[in-house]
């Protein structure tokens, strides 16, 4: 039986995790959740799951829900909260789930109690990635990836030795805006951003994906999750979303990992890793699907991902500043205060503006990320 925590319980990956826990009731228990302003669900779930922990990261939010609630669940708040939900004790597992680098602080905390990571929130490891690797080694904890392409390239790599691999092949849908040029996208609106051709996430992931921030993103997690440089990584536009990301061994044998666009498979296959476990996913039909196209990423007109490179290749704490620099321009854009070609420009503004330090602790990634919040206030 595994004793789940599950931070950002209420999100997109959550619900899908949650979805999981009903169909292997018998394998997966329940012990912790978290949320942030969804306190309905959060009062669904308390109800169904009973776990013995729910924070609630908006404080208003916690009240109103404390009113509600007469179960035995402890509720707590805040960071503070969150970070309780993560060090649960009976909890096996950690999720980390939450949207944006606030996810860093609770996985850390995980990581000290020795809790297993399944990791979603790949804002954790663009921000923090050499703290969270030290400690990942000095606690002697596992940590999985659920990002699709993530857990592709350590299904990949099952049998093989990290030492032999010659590139990853980290694949891309393209977002919505797949072969549009500069021109189109100064008018896009947010509901068109919003339109992710493969997958259903949540709001800000979806807005990565459509400048393709997401993708560097996500080639950065890579870097530390499988400590290979962002030199020996290609990024390959795949519009079917079936290969979900592939390896090349240095006798240039390519493994692919492939399957229909569903996120509950990489979720399942770090709960239960190394077992596989069955379950009622759609089959991959290759005469059905018939074509699998790849094409180059237009750097140029998705300049989001060119400044994840830039920010990767510059090191220290120019990550931090490209990542929360960008999860302030994407709210600004959902909220409809930029434009969708203002994200990159900010965070372009920002990253000259920074002289980057070497990172050695939370400290500095928390100082960083203020000075980003403070400096981008300046900018608008
Ligand atoms: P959602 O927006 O759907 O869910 C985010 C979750 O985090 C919700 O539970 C939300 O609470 C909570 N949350 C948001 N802001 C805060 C905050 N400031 N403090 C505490 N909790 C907060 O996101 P997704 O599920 O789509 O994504 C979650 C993470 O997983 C992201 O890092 C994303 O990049 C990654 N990921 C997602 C994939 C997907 O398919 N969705 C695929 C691969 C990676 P509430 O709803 O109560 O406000
Ligand atoms: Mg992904």
Known sequence: MINLSILGSTGSIGTQTLELVDY???????????????????EKQIIKYKPKIC??????????????ISSKTKL?????????????????????????????EPT???????????LANKETLVTGGSIIKKLIDEYNVDLLPVDS??????QCLQGNRPKDIKKIILTASGGPFFGKDYDFLKNVTVDEALKHPNWSMGKKITVDSSTLMNKGLEMIEACWLFDISYKDIDIVVH??????????FKDSSVIAQMGLPDMKLPIQYALFYPDRKENNLESLNLFKIKQLNFHKPDMNTFKCLNLAYKAISIGGTMPTVLNAANEIAV??????????LNIADYIEKLMEQHSPFEVNSLEDILYVKKWTEKKFTELI
């Open 76 to 104: 707590r708040y805040g960071l503070e909260g969150l970070k309780e939900a993560a060090s649960y004790p009976e909890a096996d597992i950690v999720l980390t789930a939450v949207s944006g680098m606030i996810g860093l």
């Open 108 to 118: 850390i905390e995980a990581i000290k109690s020795k809790k297993k990571i399944a």
């Open 149 to 154: 392409e993530h857990s592709a390239i350590f």
């Open 24 to 42: 292997y009731k018998d394998n997966i228990n329940v012990v912790a959740i978290t949320g942030n302003n969804n306190i309905d669900l959060l």
């Open 331 to 340: 709210a600004k854009f959902l909220n409809k205060e930029i434009k969708f």
């Open 239 to 248: 519009p079917e979303s079936i290969v979900h990301s592939a390896v090349e």
């Open 55 to 68: 924070a609630v990261m908006n404080k208003e939010k916690y009240e109103i829900l404390k009113n509600r």
